[in-house]
């Protein structure tokens, strides 16, 4: 089969890193990064000329004359339903980074226009395609009692203004929803700190994932990395980090640790798009149904907040 011909629509920091996955396989001779789209046409040039993509615009509709069939979405948190809409409008294949939209309403109306109109499209729930999480998904086979995420890191100054829980909770509440299987999500309590920019940069909460007890810790002021997630099942106890790419698993005849390599998830996650473009399935890609069952968490999530101000 041809190469993809494929766009990158928002070439800030994320999407210049997905600029940048999309030239690996570029090299592997599965697509052909064709254009670069964003609203800042000296950053656009200046991004395209970088890495050598040929042709650059700040309108999105100019794609089709680029013969463009697939696009990967990477545009602020506010802009992403829109983009992702118009890019479906045009008949393209579309990537659209988490949290899709905020609104289910929304991601509702993408799942309708998307199966209107035949074409793949993918959220961004990059985490799926880490090695370690690849790792824990195949091997909880069972209800787990609880499951503690710890996702801490300093926000840059351009994104705390966007809701903590849309930017950097949905990822584990998609992983939590992969590992539980469920749908019936209760949040049960949510603390937040540290109101900046109208927004709380600390979020705590406890939720049931039917008969999980799930704990969220966020902090996206925290000048350290880490990504971490705890899993308790009747015999057996796992402790991953996304971050040292370790996984320790707690059992009856000792502790084991493994490190769980493995190729990098964004450019697995890319990869898999193009296989969805090219119409080969996989059972465990994430689908706009899990988009919207993210976003109806998080929003409850987000209702539920009420954020102090606190010292230190």
């Keep these: 089969m041809s190469k993809v011909k494929v766009a990158v629509v928002g070439v800030g920091v994320w999407g210049r890193n997905i600029a940048r996955a999309f030239k690996e396989l570029e090299s592997e001779g599965l697509v052909e990064l064709t254009a670069l789209v964003d609203i800042n046409q000296k950053v656009v040039e200046e991004v395209s000329k970088n890495l050598g993509v040929k042709h650059y615009t700040s309108d999105i509709?100019?794609?089709?004359?680029?013969?463009?069939?697939?696009?990967?979405?990477?545009?602020?948190?506010?802009?992403?339903?829109?983009?992702?809409?118009?890019?479906?409008?045009?008949?393209m294949h579309t990537f659209v980074e988490k949290p899709v939209a905020i609104d289910p309403k929304e991601v509702n109306d993408l799942i309708k226009i998307s199966s209107e109109s035949g074409v793949a499209v993918q959220?961004?729930?990059?985490?799926?395609?880490?090695?370690?999480?690849?790792?824990?998904?195949?091997?909880?086979?069972t209800t787990p009692k609880y499951i503690i995420f710890k996702r801490l890191s300093l926000r840059p100054q351009h994104r705390r203004s966007f809701p903590l829980v849309f930017d950097l909770t949905i990822h584990d509440i998609d992983?939590?929803?992969?590992?539980?299987?469920?749908?019936k999500v209760e949040v049960l309590s949510v603390v937040g700190l540290k109101k900046e920019l109208e927004t709380c940069q600390e979020i705590y909460v406890k939720a049931l994932f039917n008969d999980t007890v799930a704990y969220f810790i966020t902090d996206g002021l925290l000048?350290?990395?880490?990504r971490v997630v705890e899993i308790a099942l009747n015999d057996?106890?796992?402790?991953?980090?996304?971050?040292?790419?370790?996984?320790?698993?707690?059992?009856?005849?000792?502790v084991k640790t493994e490190?769980?390599?493995g190729e990098e998830p964004l450019v697995a996650e890319l990869r898999?798009?193009?296989?969805?473009v090219k119409g080969i399935s996989n059972p465990a890609r994430p689908t706009l149904h899990d988009a919207l069952k993210a976003c109806v968490v998080a929003n409850e999530i987000q209702q539920k907040l009420n954020c102090r101000n606190v010292e230190g």
């Design 259 to 261: 490190q769980i390599l």
């Design 123 to 141: 959220p961004g729930f990059i985490v799926r395609y880490d090695p370690v999480i690849k790792t824990l998904l195949n091997r909880v086979r």
């Design 175 to 183: 992983v939590a929803l992969a590992l539980t299987k469920t749908n």
């Design 61 to 91: 509709y100019d794609l089709k004359r680029f013969n463009v069939s697939a696009v990967a979405i990477a545009t602020p948190i506010d802009k992403l339903y829109v983009t992702a809409r118009e890019a479906i409008s045009l008949g």
């Design 272 to 276: 898999d798009f193009i296989n969805n």
């Design 236 to 254: 057996v106890y796992y402790q991953a980090s996304l971050t040292e790419s370790s996984l320790k698993t707690y059992g009856v005849d000792g």
């Design 223 to 226: 000048p350290v990395k880490v």
